[in-house]
């Protein structure tokens, strides 16, 4: 998502590198992503489920129409 939309930014950390990062975030597997500090997935998931829980983190209904503008 991140290459596709210049609004979407995506950092990658290694959990065994950044102990300290790790435990902010209360990494114990991976992957876990967390989305703006407020929601997070946990495991791997197929493109669209992925995209769908990161629009419900966001407070945003994946099945709603979407308005372009």
Known sequence: MAMANP???ADVVSAN???SFSA???VQAVP???VNKRGE???ARPE???VSEVLLSLGIDPSAPQ???
């Open 7 to 9: 609004y979407v930014r």
């Open 17 to 19: 590198e950044f102990p």
């Open 24 to 26: 902010q975030f209360a």
């Open 32 to 34: 876990k992503t967390v």
């Open 41 to 43: 997935i946990l495991g």
């Open 48 to 50: 669209g489920r992925f």
């Open 67 to 69: 308005v372009e503008g």
